[in-house]
């Protein structure tokens, strides 16, 4: 199994800045992707930026130039750095990973961490 586990959410006001972590643990052959996601009240869960094994990142058109994402591979670690943030931001950030398990492929799930920012 593979578990998942973010950090790094709180409250901020607008313009602020917070920083995510994400972390994999347990028993994997490799990771493909490290990704975040957000789910604001009353809408679905869309990406806000994904990071592939080979380097390649993808980011949603309302975090460009806002928010960053990077990633430890010694740490199966990922961040999302995110700066000048807006009301609109304010939604649960959840991790996803993905990769190859010891026997089949996997995509896991954090618990999600909350973000909120005031106006």
């Known amino acids: 199994q593979v578990q998942v586990v973010e950090s790094g959410g709180g409250l901020v006001e607008a313009g602020g800045s917070l920083r995510l972590s994400c972390t994999a643990s347990?028993?994997?052959?490799?990771?493909?992707?490290m990704g975040w996601y957000r789910q604001a009240p009353g809408k679905q869960r869309e990406l806000v930026a994904v990071?592939?094994?080979?380097?390649?990142?993808n980011y949603a058109d309302s975090v460009k130039g806002r928010f960053t994402v990077s990633r430890d591979t010694a740490k199966n670690t990922v961040y999302l750095q995110m700066n000048s943030l807006k009301p609109e931001d304010t939604a649960v950030y959840y991790c996803n990973v993905g990769g190859s398990g010891t026997y089949y492929p996997f995509d896991s799930w954090g618990q999600g961490t909350r973000v909120t920012v005031s106006s």
């Open positions: 347990g028993s994997f052959f490799s990771i493909n992707a």
């Open positions: 990071i592939l094994s080979g380097g390649s990142i």
